[in-house]
């Protein structure tokens, strides 16, 4: 096995997995607050850093049948939330690509370098 490569942001608001601390967004990347999850409160994100993808399957959500895979961290492997891959309701094809974080299961986290 490889070493482990962990990306860095280098910007004043973070957030961070909550078990090992290891980088994943910026706040600039925050799309929405509107969202649940298994956990309670989930955010909806640009983009993510730091996570690897499970099983690609369709699920039922609130807003209609997506396809979408759990994400977790690189690092220690703790689920964070899930990527949407895909939306059949044309109002949701905004989801596409974009990642879900569990508020529970992240932290905020400042950041000086």
């Not at 309670?40 to 959500?61: D, P």
């Amino acid at each position: 096995m490889g070493k482990l490569h962990i990306d860095y942001l280098d910007s004043g608001q973070l957030y961070v997995c909550g078990i090992c601390k290891a980088h994943l967004t910026d706040h600039k990347e925050l799309i929405s607050k509107d969202f649940w999850a298994g956990t309670g409160k989930a955010y909806l994100y640009n983009k993510v850093i730091n996570v690897y993808s499970g099983i690609l399957e369709e699920r039922m959500l609130r807003t209609g049948l997506h396809s979408c895979c759990d994400i977790f961290c690189k690092s220690c492997e703790n689920k964070l939330g899930w990527k949407y891959v895909w939306a059949l309701e044309p109002e949701q094809k905004y989801k596409e690509g974009k990642f879900i974080l569990e508020k529970n299961l992240i932290e905020k986290a400042e950041w000086d370098l």
